[in-house]
């Protein structure tokens, strides 16, 4: 298992380096001035104005750090912090190469259901650092860490993670957020909701379907399994049990299975038996579904309806979003017939479509063309009437907005770089009219209730508190303070309405501001989720879980049917801070992390039936913010022994990205060797002779790597340019001695070329059912061509166009290509194959080639079959292909020019397979071919075995 994990690994690496030796790295802008805090077991880097934030985080590790460990007194390396404040995107991750985490610490999420009443810097510290505490437990192992002495991080930490079950690790990283707080998602009914349809539905459930993924039916995330599994092994058999199979399974990382043996020999049940006793607190629950929803469902299949919003023209707007899909927003009648209105881009999820009359508007992600770690907010107005949009803001960082009644006004969140959030007010156009700072806590959810005055949230230390909020005065009135989980409040009259949870099951909650009780909508077993109300104030909109995902519920509001309940007393808020050291703040050196080994050793190899063909020994290096990396070793040719030395380096900080490589290496060839006299007349002829020498090559290129997320299709694009300069020389023959004497040759060659490419596609947003992105429009154009003052003479250009369409039904795909090659050749020719045409292969050195083909891709049948561990297939997918070309080349014959129209058919059966139960989707292949209209007489039929895609 563990060296199929690692050679899938090794497999991926060169698929991400398409057009250059280094991939590109996701970097924050190069004008970041990043600064430093070390504590004695954390080094936290951020962005110069957030030194406060920085602090913070600083101290909430140091003072919590024996908490999250599994003991106390186990061994932690020192760990890199790194916090970033220009993203909108709410996320954080561990990784290796280098060993780092990193915050996108001011994107604070809106949603109740992520973050609860938690603060956002202590959900991530508590989250993420367990998994830094998950890793090192591996690597205190002495197995783990003479591999990664052996061969540095990465190859390390594959074996860590291959070690244990995909579920594991975000499923103990939320029971321990959960455990530790009063806040964590597992407490959260929406977090399990998934797999509380799925057991109450009966569904039939199988455990590789539900921790691997479906395309046909909807299956939980890891985080919610691995929750559900960790969560009864914690709580049926300890905590220290736990931590006994976990122990056990790392001591054991060399032998096959070492977790699922310790949990079997602890609990005696294995994976399938563990994940059905961890749902079975579910099959408990009634099942009652409201049989008639505001929305009608043409079809049986997995989409939800999620946050409707009644506009003044009397229908709904919602986001509609199918099965590992993109979101839409459809408008729903009042017979319940919906339609999509428009399909936004990159949609900041905030949980609500804020409206006015017939406006409604989202929050659009803009990442940064070139620097990853960069993403801005947008809001956008769009008119359902006029069906155009009317108004777009500039960049910033929006959390949540809302529009005012009469439409004239923008009320919005925006978080700043240094931590701090401020409302800003705009007019309809986005002109901006007040700048308000807020302060005491983190502020959410905010929502107009006329002209003049907001309501909304204020979270500090786990408690929420219901404002109403006075624009012109800037004045807070506290309505309700709480330690629930509140979610999206409103006020009409006397009656404050929000969700929250009662009993496992989120409800609509109805609040009297004036006798302080409490009620809610009684008899459901799934929830109410997203609650809102219609412009009349008589009917509350929301959705409800079904089998085939959310609809839409419309209820009329009648205080005689709601039923009192019981909820946490109210709290007279007082702020309890956590003591707080100040660190030093120091300016970070660069060349202090200027070389950060990550891998070294066997850092790659290669075999085929006939054994090792070749092992390169090196060192690879990555800085900590992935602005500059560089390699180098020596590559052992086993076979014909032409070993190689070489560097290579990549200054990723600039806007335009600078690769420079060298290397050197002992080759040869045999030929014919001619001898001449001293008049230069030829006397005799060494047959197949050895010719040996020495190369020395060197390229340095520029490329400017640009990816843009505007609206519903995603764009790249990347412009290359190169040069190279390899020179021939040493080079002598030992055919004419019998002692194998070294005798020069006297010749030494150039090949210097400039090269060239430029790489653009856009694309359509894809869900997990399309076997291909609906829409593409993708364009190649590559050159090459030697220089004035090279020995070799030769040119190459090549042009290609990709083009896909939707199919006849929605999931499948209609594709064309197109490429046109030119090369000229006198002595030298950078291409010989043409690769373009399914199983033709040109005999010849060609000259010009142009090609076109047709594929069409549909899904023929979802197996869901495995057999143990070793195998998952998801999917079957058929492609069916026909392409033709006209080649024009040369041969060592009285024939001279030829010219060759192959044309070849067939199919290509595709599998989506899981192996070893790793998340990962190989998309494996065995394609048939039979090509006609060649020249040469040989077999028309092949069969291949291709690899595309691995998906994670």
């Known amino acids: 298992m563990h060296k199929v994990l690692a050679l899938s690994i090794l497999l991926f690496a060169p698929i991400k380096q398409i057009f250059s030796q280094f991939s590109k790295s996701e970097t924050a802008p190069f004008s970041v001035k990043w600064r430093k805090m070390v504590s004695p077991n954390f080094n936290v880097f951020f962005e110069k104005e957030m030194d406060s934030v920085a602090n913070y985080t600083i101290n909430y590790l140091e003072n919590n750090l024996k908490k999250i460990k599994q003991n106390p007194e186990d061994k932690i390396r020192k760990t890199n912090i790194i ?376 979270t500090l230390n786990g408690i929420k508190t219901v404002f109403t909020f006075n624009l012109m005065e800037e004045k807070y009135t506290k309505i309700k303070a709480t330690k629930e989980n509140i979610g999206w409040p409103t006020l009409k009259g006397e009656w404050l309405i929000y969700s929250s949870q009662k009993d496992g099951v989120e409800e609509v909650f109805f609040y009297n501001i004036y006798t302080k009780k409490t009620y809610i909508l009684p008899g459901n077993t799934f929830g109410r989720y997203y609650p809102s109300i219609s412009k009349d104030g008589n009917n509350l909109f929301y959705s409800q879980m079904t089998r085939f995902g959310f609809d839409i519920q419309s209820k009329k509001i009648n205080m005689n049917e709601l039923k009192e309940v019981t909820t946490i007393k109210e709290i007279d808020y007082k702020v309890s801070e956590m003591g707080l050291k100040n660190y030093e703040i120091k300016k970070l050196n660069p060349f202090l992390h200027f070389m950060r080994p990550i891998n070294w050793g066997l850092t790659d190899y290669g075999f085929d039936t006939r054994g090792v063909e070749y092992l390169t020994l090196g060192l690879e290096s990555r800085n900590l913010f992935g602005t500059l990396i560089f390699n180098g070793g020596y590559k052992i040719d086993t076979r014909d022994k032409k070993h190689k030395r070489f560097f290579g380096l990549s200054l990723q900080a600039l806007y335009p990205i600078i690769d420079f490589s060298i290397s050197g290496s002992k080759d040869y060839y045999y030929q014919d060797l001619i001898l001449n006299n001293s008049e230069g007349l030829p006397v005799d002829t060494v047959e197949n002779a050895d010719i040996n020498f020495t190369a020395k090559d060197i390229t340095i290129g520029v490329r400017l790597p640009l990816s843009f997320t505007k609206g519903k299709y995603y764009t790249n694009l990347t412009i290359r340019s190169d040069y190279t300069n390899s020179n021939y020389f040493n080079y002598f023959t030992k055919s004419l001695s019998s002692t194998s004497a070294e005798f020069p040759l006297g010749i030494e060659r150039k090949r210097n070329y400039y090269g060239g490419l430029i790489y653009f596609s856009r694309r359509h947003k894809t869900s997990k059912r399309n076997v291909y992105t609906p829409y593409e429009q993708t364009l190649i154009l590559e050159s090459r061509k030697t220089t004035n003052n090279s020995n070799y003479n030769g040119s190459y250009l090549r042009s290609d166009i990709y083009l896909a369409f939707p199919g006849l039904s929605k999931n499948h795909s209609l594709r064309g290509k197109f490429r046109y090659e030119k090369q000229k050749h006198v002595n030298y020719s950078f291409r010989r194959n043409i690769d373009f045409v399914y199983g033709y292969k040109n005999s010849f050195l060609f000259s010009e080639f142009s090609g076109w083909g047709v594929e069409y891709e549909n899904p023929l049948v979802y197996p869901e079959f495995g057999l143990g561990p070793l195998f998952y297939i998801q999917r079957i997918r058929l492609i069916s292909f026909i392409n033709s070309g006209n080649v024009v080349g040369l041969v060592n014959s009285s024939l001279g020019e030829v010219k060759e129209t192959p044309l070849s058919f067939g199919v290509e059966i595709k599998f989506d397979i899981n192996l070893f139960r790793q998340s990962s989707i190989f998309d494996l292949g065995i394609r048939y071919s039979y090509v006609t209209k060649t020249l040469e007489k040989t077999k028309p039929s092949t069969i291949e075995i291709t690899l595309g895609s691995i998906s994670f």
């Open 83 to 458: 916090l970033h404040g220009q993203n909108s995107v709410s996320n954080a991750f561990v990784t290796s190469s280098p060993r780092r985490s990193e915050f996108y610490a001011n994107a604070r999420p809106e949603s109740g259901h992520f973050l609860h009443n938690n603060n956002w810097i202590d959900l991530l510290v508590d989250h993420e650092y367990r998994h830094i505490v998950q890793r090192e437990l591996a690597y205190n192992e002495t197995f783990n860490k003479t591999a990664h002495y052996l061969f540095g991080q990465s190859f390390a930490s594959a074996l860590s993670r291959s070690t244990m079950p995909i579920w594991y690790w975000e499923g103990d990283a939320v029971d321990f957020e959960t455990r530790k707080s009063k806040y964590g998602r597992g407490r959260v009914p929406r977090f399990t909701l998934t797999s509380k349809m799925n057991v109450l539905s009966r569904n039939k459930l199988k455990y590789d379907k539900q921790i691997l993924g479906s395309y046909k039916d909807k299956t939980p995330s890891l985080y919610e399994s691995g929750y559900l599994m960790v969560k009864y092994l914690k709580d049926k058999y300890g905590v220290e049990t736990f931590n006994k199979i976990v122990n056990t399974a790392n001591k054991q990382a060399f032998l096959p299975f070492p977790f699922y043996r310790s949990l079997k020999k602890e609990t005696g049940l294995n994976y399938r038996q563990l994940y059905a006793k961890s749902i079975e607190g579910f099959i408990e629950s009634d099942f009652i579904e409201e049989k008639v929803s505001f929305n009608i469902r043409r079809k049986e299949k997995y989409y939800d309806f999620k946050y409707p919003t009644e506009l003044q023209n009397g229908k709904v707007a919602t986001i509609r979003q199918g099965l590992g899909g993109y979101k839409e927003i459809h408008l729903i009648n009042k017979g319940g017939e919906n339609k999509k209105l428009i399909v936004p881009g990159r949609v900041n999820d905030f949980e609500r479509i804020p409206s006015s009359k017939n406006t409604i508007g989202w929050i659009e992600f803009d990442k940064d063309p070139r620097w990853d770690k960069r993403t801005f907010s947008v809001i956008k107005i769009y008119d359902v009437e006029q069906k155009k949009l009317i108004s777009k803001s500039k960049k910033s960082f929006y959390s949540s907005f809302d529009i005012s009644p009469s439409g004239g006004k923008i009320i919005a969140l925006n978080n700043r770089v240094k931590g701090s959030q401020v409302l800003c007010l705009y007019d309809k156009n986005f002109n901006e009219e007040k700048t308000i700072n807020l302060k005491g806590g983190t502020f959410s959810q905010i929502k107009f209730l006329n002209e003049k005055n907001l309501v909304g949230l204020k």
